[in-house]
């Protein structure tokens, strides 16, 4: 389901990135948070490919799909 998301501690320490590289699921997901387009972080991160934005996001929804029980 998340191929193109990789967990390597000798990149990034082991955090969720794209494919090997030094691109963090989490600044993806930030850059989409601060209101960017798909188009203009695909022109931030040349080495990124359309799909790998899809799995970033949709990883960090099943993320938030853990339940939560309030005391």
Do not use: C, K, N
Not at 18 to 24: A, K, V
Request: no cysteine.
């Amino acid at each position: 389901m998340f191929d193109r998301i990789t967990f390597d501690p000798e990149i990034m320490a082991g955090r969720a990135s794209i494919r090997g590289m030094r691109i963090p699921v989490s600044v993806i997901v930030s850059h989409f948070a601060d209101g960017a387009t798909y188009d203009e972080v695909l022109h931030e991160f040349a080495a990124l490919e359309r799909e790998d934005v899809h799995q970033a996001l949709a990883y960090a929804a099943a993320l938030t799909r853990d339940e939560v029980i309030a005391s």
